[in-house]
C-alpha cells in the first residue's frame, strides 16, 4: 500500500519561512488532488491548502497570501512553502491524496511537526 512521507518540518521564529514537502512511497496513478493539513492539540484536524492534479489551487483564509502550495506532477510530490509564520501556525502538518478509485482511496501522511516559536 503506498505511504506519504512528510518532511520538512521544525522550530522556526516567528516570521521565519519553512518548506514542507510530502513524497509517495512509490509512484501512483489516478491522483485527483492533494493537500495539507494541520492538528494542534486537543482541535481537529483542519485543511490548510489543497492541488489538483490540472495545478488549480486553494487555501484556507487563514494561511492566504502567506503559504504556497505546488506540485512535482513526475513524482506526485507535493510542497508547501510556508512564510510569515506565526505561533498560531504550531501544528503537525499532514500531507493527504486521494486516489481516483471505486471507492475513492484517501491517503494519509504521519504527519511532521512545526513549531513557531521565540
Known amino acids: 500500500q503506498v505511504q506519504l512521507v512528510e518532511s520538512g518540518g521544525g522550530l522556526v521564529q516567528p516570521g521565519g519561512s519553512l518548506r514542507l514537502s510530502c513524497a509517495p512511497s512509490?509512484?501512483?496513478?489516478?491522483?485527483?488532488?492533494m493537500g495539507w493539513y494541520r492538528q494542534t492539540p486537543g482541535k481537529e484536524r483542519e485543511w490548510v491548502a489543497v492541488?489538483?492534479?490540472?495545478?488549480?489551487?486553494n487555501y484556507a483564509d487563514s494561511v492566504k497570501g502567506r503559504f504556497t502550495i505546488s506540485r512535482d506532477a513526475a513524482t506526485n510530490t507535493i510542497y508547501l512553502r510556508m512564510n510569515s509564520l506565526k505561533p498560531e501556525d504550531t501544528a503537525v502538518y499532514y500531507c493527504?491524496?486521494?486516489?481516483?478509485?471505486?471507492?475513492?482511496?484517501?491517503?494519509w501522511g504521519k504527519g511532521t511537526l512545526v513549531t513557531v516559536s521565540s
Open positions: 492541488i489538483t492534479a490540472v495545478d488549480t489551487t
Open positions: 512509490k509512484s501512483i496513478f489516478g491522483i485527483n488532488i
Open positions: 493527504n491524496a486521494k486516489i481516483n478509485t471505486r471507492p475513492e482511496t484517501i491517503v
